[in-house]
């Protein structure tokens, strides 16, 4: 009986001594093989744009090809369903923005179940921290924030305004300042974020956001006016544009952020050296060129910083989530 217990202990001692040789190797190696990075969303988009270009600096820093693999479906559920359930080996990592958080959140209101919240992940890294700007045909008589809310107070329910989508990173921003001004919007959902700025530009709908980058040259062109934008400071695309927060709309903060994943229960290890190919990709000079040139500043957060980051993020998330109520 002893002898047993004794060879039983020595093989569990043996196997755990190899578990743990093996997984060091295969931190040191790291990678030593193409890394997926999958966008949950079509190509085209803020994230796509950012995953492309930081997939060819992770490229420069590991010497290892870094495959971006767009799995867009149920606005984005089927590319973070696969990153969370994938081998927390390192080799399977998202690029994916508030869906993140907006996604388990809308689940929830319904009372279903999600197939993934932030737990599923292990947060790495933030890349962009993008705010939204409010606009409005350049012909249209608010010259203001203050002339808007006046009319739609006058209004309730008149005024259309356009989104990618229930829940979204544009109906989200949208029902945050319709809240805090108290008024009420007719909500316009569209099949992403193209086509929701199309709605305003053809008469449609009345009003949307939208990323600066997207905006600024149908401001320039003299088609959209922006009323504000929705981040703590003006954007450097749009100083003259003030923000919400400016305008007394003290509830009206967010993002159309960029960051990286993955899985959850990786080795502390291997997270810190992908961190740490992350921290010298973003400052790579093509990555910083392409991010300008896109007009996406990098606002580059380590994972602590980030995991406060999103903390603060699903606070304001599931608020506005909250007041939304049920979407069909």
Request: a positive charge; one cysteine or more; charged letters at 20%.
């Amino acid at each position: 009986m002893n002898r047993k217990l004794t060879l039983k202990h020595f093989l569990v001692v043996i196997t755990g001594i190899f578990c743990v040789n093996l997984t060091v190797a295969q931190v040191s190696d790291y990678p030593s093989k193409p890394v997926t990075l999958v966008a949950p969303f079509p190509p085209g988009g803020a994230v796509d744009q950012a995953g492309r270009a930081i997939a060819q600096a992770l490229f420069e820093v590991w010497k290892q090809p870094v495959v971006l693999m767009n799995k867009g479906g149920a606005g984005g559920a089927i590319g973070m369903t696969a990153v969370a359930n994938a081998a927390p080996d390192g080799y399977t990592l998202l690029a994916t923005h508030s869906a993140i958080i907006s996604l388990p959140a809308s689940e929830k209101l319904f009372g279903r179940t999600a197939a993934f919240d932030r737990s599923s992940f292990t947060p790495l890294a933030l890349l962009v921290a993008d705010p939204v700007a409010f606009i409005v045909p350049a012909d249209s008589p608010w010259k203001t924030a203050q002339d808007f809310v006046a009319d739609a107070k006058k209004r309730p329910d008149a005024i259309t305004y356009s989104s990618s989508g229930a829940y979204s990173a544009l109906h989200l921003p949208m029902e945050m300042f319709a809240n805090s001004a108290g008024i009420k919007l007719r909500h316009v959902p569209f099949a992403g974020g193209g086509p929701a700025l199309t709605a305003v530009l053809g008469g449609v709908v009345d009003v949307s956001t939208g990323v600066p980058a997207v905006v600024v040259p149908h401001i320039k062109a003299g088609k959209f006016r922006a009323l504000f934008v929705t981040g703590y400071k003006r954007h450097p695309l749009l100083p003259d544009v003030p923000t919400a927060m400016e305008l007394g709309y003290k509830d009206v903060e967010f993002y159309l952020w960029v960051g990286l994943f993955g899985p959850a229960n990786m080795n502390e290890d291997l997270v810190k050296k992908i961190r740490q190919g992350i921290a010298k990709a973003v400052v790579e000079p093509k990555f910083v060129e392409h991010m300008n040139q896109a007009g996406a500043p990098i606002d580059y957060r380590d994972a602590p910083a980030f995991n406060a980051f999103l903390s603060k993020d699903s606070d304001r998330i599931n608020a506005a989530i909250k007041h939304i109520g049920k979407v069909d």
